[in-house]
């Protein structure tokens, strides 16, 4: 990037953490990661217990960006035109009109996704890996900038469908809220902010400069060394004794991009080895099944990847 081109980048990126900020209080990582998903062009899954802030964190994020939004409730009975959209006959013209459903958005917020059934679940996946979706027979292109920001309750709650890897491989990244600190509560208290970022928010850019924002991304530089040092924690994951089903390639491809995105934010125009290992958890640990019998946590997977890069010589 130019030296131009980059401040303005970096003062984009600026204001769209403040504005989310004065939304989501104490949560500077998340939201750091919530613009690093959507400058790398990716989907986000949130993973926590009810209450702490998910589907705020998705409205003050599409607020922010100024783009087309709709939210979507997940639950066991609805059916993937309640997603995608349906032909309705229209008796003037006898011919069928299409109604687009709200996948047709800049930013979809999928809320409790693992509470509606796979075969509604399934509906996304053509969306999220090619930015278009097939209706009978016609495929039609999705706006962009393109995004699923999906939230979760942990699969251990009644009611609940785990997702399936093909799903879960389709998410860039994968994070979990956590409760605010004292101090952030007090102010969530005090201000009356948390529920209302529809109401608090103001867009601070709009869908084209989303789009520029990721562009530049792409133009992060990402040494031989960092790339060799990506392949090799995939490959360690792909053959470790722990581990049944390791990163699968979509998954390097999501790191480096991930990489330069996160390089970005924290306005850098070249990737570390920090970057690489910060991801790994929320890029990795949500991909890897491990071979253990019984259940396994979030937590399992990222021990695991813990121990993985903790043998692996950093680059210098």
């Known amino acids: ?16 953490r403040a504005m989310i900020g004065t939304v989501i209080k104490g949560k500077e990582t998340v939201i750091n990661q919530a613009i690093t998903a959507l400058i790398a062009d990716g989907h986000l899954l949130i993973e926590d217990v009810p209450g702490v802030g998910k589907t705020t964190l998705g409205h003050a994020l599409a607020v922010a960006v100024g783009s087309s939004f709709s939210r979507l409730q997940f639950t066991s009975d609805l059916l993937p035109s309640d997603v995608l959209g349906v032909a309705v006959f229209n008796p003037d013209s006898r011919a069928f009109d299409f109604k687009p459903g709200p996948i047709f958005a800049n930013i979809v917020l999928a809320d409790e996704i693992n509470r509606t059934t796979p075969k509604t679940q399934s509906a996304l996946l053509e969306a999220m890996n090619e930015h278009q979706v097939t209706i009978d027979n016609v495929t039609r292109e999705l706006p962009r900038p393109f995004m699923v920001l999906a939230t979760q309750n942990p699969v251990e709650h009644h009611g609940t469908y785990p997702l399936p890897e093909s799903q879960l491989d389709r998410f860039l990244m994968k994070i979990e809220m956590g409760y605010p600190d004292a101090s952030a509560e007090r102010e969530i208290l005090r201000n009356g902010t948390n529920g209302a970022a ?31 040092y990506m392949i090799e924690i995939v490959n360690r994951t792909r053959d470790h004794e722990e581990i049944q089903l390791g990163i699968s390639p979509r998954g390097t491809t999501a790191m480096y991009r991930a990489s330069q995105a996160r390089a970005m934010v924290h306005e850098r125009d070249y990737v570390v080895p920090d970057d690489v290992k910060a991801l790994a958890g929320p890029v990795f640990a949500h991909r890897i099944v491990l071979a253990r019998g019984g259940s396994s946590t979030p937590a399992d997977a990222v021990a695991v990847l813990d121990e993985i890069l903790g043998n692996i010589p950093v680059p210098a």
């Open 1 to 16: 990037m130019t030296t131009s081109s980059s401040s303005i980048a970096y003062q984009k990126i600026a204001d769209l």
């Open 198 to 228: 529809y109401n608090v928010a103001k867009p601070v850019m709009g869908p084209h400069q989303v789009l520029d924002l990721q562009n530049e991304a792409r133009r992060i530089h990402v040494g031989d060394a960092i790339t060799d």
